[in-house]
């Protein structure tokens, strides 16, 4: 679906994009991380064809980019962050004038506005000035607009930016079922989003790409320190000296305690599972455990080291 191969922006003594390479099948979604400034959006804005490379080369559905910039358009629906709508239109006349722009007309584009305003859950709005709704509202109706045409490709940049809890949840439900008949490379500050809905993740910092995997193999890749919480009642002062002992335990703290139930933290060494030999100790040591929790290093958590250690380059 994409190819990208030494991609490269520059502006006038800046580059924004340095030689980036990767690939996205298919049918996946590919979280797009990095931080203000990283290369993100001008990265995204080049293989939705609004913006020409400096070199190198990037194809879209097999079109390239810089060449065939009228088909990349045809295959992408692309939401930008901030989304320029025309205020003073209606939310159904707007994405039906919309529609019209991207070769939809009769009963086509009347059932497809239809369907985009009912999955974008802003069929009540459908009658009100666009400039009279909230910014969470205008980020459904762009959403609304990149899907109008079914496009292969979804290009999407802060989606669920201005959006409440409920209907970020929505927007995660969404895009984990257009998955079934579009590609999504979906740029975010919401980590927790990206560990919900992405296949996989590009990490990018300085305009290059830092990392490029499945969520689940960054965090175990990652050297930082897991975190295991126990809460559990046993009796002694030389409790937590015990818990200390054990293979690959960095620190163990006691948060606190409560009607005899001892609430205590275990920091362990990175790619280490202390859970096995904790319940062996327990059990011979006659403690009583009502919580056992394992809590992995998150993307945050990732991301910050693999930026710290590009920084120290």
């Known amino acids: 679906m994409i190819e990208v191969q030494d991609l490269t922006k520059q502006y006038a003594g800046r580059t924004a994009v ?44 097999g079109h390239d980019v810089f060449h065939e910039s009228i088909e990349v358009r045809k295959s992408v629906g692309y939401m930008p962050e901030t ?17 019209e722009l991207k070769g939809l007309s009769g009963r086509t584009l009347r059932t497809r506005v239809g369907e985009v305003m009912d999955l974008c859950t802003i069929s009540d709005v459908r009658r009100r000035l666009i400039g009279h709704l909230s910014k969470g509202f205008r980020q459904r109706v762009s ?29 995660r439900e969404l895009l984990s079922n257009l998955k079934q008949n579009h590609t999504v490379l979906l740029s975010t500050h919401i980590l927790q989003e990206v560990e919900a ?5 590009l990490m990018i910092h300085r305009g290059r790409i830092l ?7 960054l965090t175990r890749q990652l050297r930082a320190a897991s975190v295991v919480q126990l809460e559990m009642q046993a009796e002694g ?9 054990l293979p690959s335990v960095r620190k163990v703290t006691q948060d606190g305690e409560e009607n005899g139930w001892r609430m205590i933290t275990l920091r362990v060494e990175a790619r280490s599972d202390v859970r096995e030999p904790l319940m062996d100790l327990a059990l011979r040591q006659k403690w009583k455990i009502r919580e056992l929790h394992r809590q992995l290093p998150s993307l945050e958590d990732v991301f910050v080291e693999l930026a710290a250690s590009e920084m120290v380059k």
Do not use: W
């Open 18 to 61: 340095d030689h980036l390479s990767f690939r996205i099948e298919p049918g996946q979604i590919v979280g797009f991380l990095g931080p203000n400034g990283a290369g993100k959006s001008t990265t995204m804005r080049i293989l939705a064809g609004y913006m020409p490379p400096t070199s190198g080369r990037a194809t879209v559905n």
């Open 83 to 99: 989304a320029p709508l025309y205020t003073d239109m209606r939310v159904k006349e707007y994405l039906r004038f919309r529609g």
């Open 237 to 245: 002062k030389d409790v937590l000296t015990q818990l200390e002992a």
């Open 143 to 171: 959403l609304a607009d990149a899907l109008l045409h079914k496009p292969p490709l979804l290009i999407l940049d802060e989606p669920t930016n201005g959006l409440d809890p409920v209907q970020i949840r929505q927007v």
């Open 211 to 217: 990392a490029n995997d499945t969520p689940d193999k």
């Open 197 to 201: 809905v992405c296949d996989r993740v």
